[in-house]
């Protein structure tokens, strides 16, 4: 706080004696008008945390006023923008140690922000988006209105109750989900979807380019004819669906991309090589088969036409948004 007045005309004061209940005061003097920075200071910067700390120092501001001019201000290792938002709507300053900082009372008006947080912890985000994580934000953000307790997705999705408390915990302090004990759910989905799209990694551990022959009604019908395979049928579902460019065909008709693709695991793909008549390409493929990395991918299975299964929506938005060429349009 020093350091970010300092430019100021605006002497400061030595640190206010200790008042209950606050974790830091600091006087200013302005000609015959004086300021107090009252300031709560929070070891996490997470939106929820900051928007109870905010309240916090608003509460404890409006009660110090009797003695003169007060001004609340949160105090975090890093405020990201969406926490930054928090306190300007709630009337109330903030700073962090990375220098993003928005103080504005009296003449004074300090605004700075840093893109980069040297603090952030990346496994923390990569934890929410791995594999098992995913399968409970795919079937979340299916049904967002709904309440889920975390016995009910642990089992809808085949995790840990551990697991799904740790992506409960981090959705709720993103602000991303609301709820209790007795049921979370989806309160941002947007900003959720969009921060698992700049994080996403395709759930592909190999890509495999084939060519065939068949085409039109022919192709349909023997794509059918594997999904109706009993190789088809697995413990996590369908493990053959069609997938990116070719779900969004029959999903959202936009794009006119040449060629099939599919998500399969190893027998799944052993079906499609055999039905379609497959042969292995180097270049001008028309099929495109990624070994799924995951078997939550086929859990959510769309038919999108009579005997076509298809990836699930949010899946099919994420691969398409990596895909490159109009996939993100």
Known sequence: LRELLAALPIPLEQPVAGHAGVDLLLGLGEGEH???????????????????????????????????????????????????????????????????????????????????????????????????????????????????KVAELAARVGVSYGQVSKVRKYLLDREWASGNWGGVRIAKPQALLEAWKQAYTPLNKARDRYYTLLHGEELQRAIREAFLSKASQGAHGRPALLSSFSAARWLAPYARIAGEYFYADKAGADQLKTLLKLEPAAKGENITIDLASDAGVFQEDVEAAPGLHC???????????????????
Not at 311 to 329: F, H, K, M, P, S
């Open 34 to 148: 004086r300021w107090t920075l009252v300031c709560e200071v929070k070891s996490n910067g997470q939106p929820r945390y900051i928007r109870t700390a905010a309240f916090q120092a608003r509460e404890m501001a409006q009660r110090m006023s009797s003695t003169g001019s007060t001004y609340p201000v949160v105090i975090a290792p890093f405020i990201s923008a969406e926490s930054g938002t928090i306190c300007r709507e709630l009337g109330v300053g903030y700073a962090d140690l990375a220098g993003n900082c928005r103080l504005a009372f009296g003449t004074v008006y300090i605004e700075k922000s840093v893109k980069t947080n040297p603090f952030k912890v990346k496994r923390e985000q990569r934890s929410l988006f791995a594999p098992k994580s995913a399968r409970m934000l795919r079937v979340m953000l299916g049904e967002p209105s709904r309440g889920w």
């Open 311 to 329: 990836t699930g929506l949010i899946q099919t938005y994420l691969d398409l948004a990596a895909a490159g060429e109009r996939g993100g349009e």
